[in-house]
């Protein structure tokens, strides 16, 4: 009988899960990750709660499944929490879902799982894995409910993963998870969606760098693209590449922010149409469903997790180094720190962080 390690977060869809492999009847057993000590950090609409690790708890035993909690809070810390405030100190915007992703579920929980000797690990992601035996590469596919695809976030998942790796909600829907929750008497059946970074209560990322290090950060220049002067800024960790509102200036015409220079601790602003790139290079790469890419390649590319990919032509330029010429402008604000991910279709290609 194969056996699967079910990282459970609370939420309704890592139960559904759950239920799903159990069906299918693997041997399975539950495992929630204390990622922090305390509660200082949480927020309501993050995950990875006290309350969370209950709910876990309760639906594993409605389960049958033995259940377990790993203490991951020294990982955490280290690949997520300094690596988020390192990335705003040296001007880039950091995505610590893909970092938790990355090191936690898919690297100290594969370790665990090796211990334990289980074959699979099961989460909740919206997403779907095949094996091409043409290939013989594992693929990495959006989920059929595209309004939950949560693939772009995955790119960096390794063959050696794909392979052990099970994501039984990629054919469902939100609606048709929830049904099947309910129907099985589960507590979080109608448990609202995480919305949070687990560890900034309520969002204010400012607030929880300043605690978290215990240093201040001193106010500069706002700046145009010519270096005139157009204010003061409160700290150069407190803006993001694309942000309009929230600057304190009163300007003739709406700006945005488009490069932080944390050297002279300037923030860059420009106008709307100065803030379309159409040249993106992107390192630390992984390459999903593909090996390589050894001469020009057409591809959708995209460089938010809510914006929807567009047709680009990606080349290699480095060892650890591809460009994305888009065929036309994009508005959306290319942040260094953010991911670009690489799609063919509905198939995950490639990805890398902006540079």
Known sequence: MKKAVIEMSGGVDSSVAALLTKQKGYECIGATMKLHNGSDFYSEKACCTADDAEDARSVASALGMPFYVFDFTADFDREVIQKFILSYECGATPNPCIECNNHLKFERLFDKMNELGFDYIVTGHYARIEYD?????????????????????????AQKQLAHIMFPLGELNKTKTRKIAEENGFINANKHESQDICFVPDGDYVSFIKNYTNKDYP?????????????????????????????????????????????????????KEDLAVKEVFADKLNFVSIEDITEPLRVKARLRYNQKEQPATAYRTGEDEIKVVFDEPQQTAAASGQALVLYDGDTVLAGGTIK
């Open 133 to 157: 035996a043409d290939k013989k590469r594992y693929i990495l596919k959006k989920a059929f409910d595209l309004s939950k695809d949560q693939s772009y976030v995955l790119y960096g998942l």
């Open 219 to 271: 106010h500069g220049n706002f700046v145009d693209l010519q270096g005139n002067i157009l204010g003061e800024h409160k700290g150069i960790i407190k803006y993001t590449v694309g942000q309009r509102r929230g600057l304190g200036l009163a300007l003739p015409k709406p700006m945005y922010v488009c490069k932080k220079d944390v050297a002279r601790n300037e923030v860059v602003l420009c106008y």
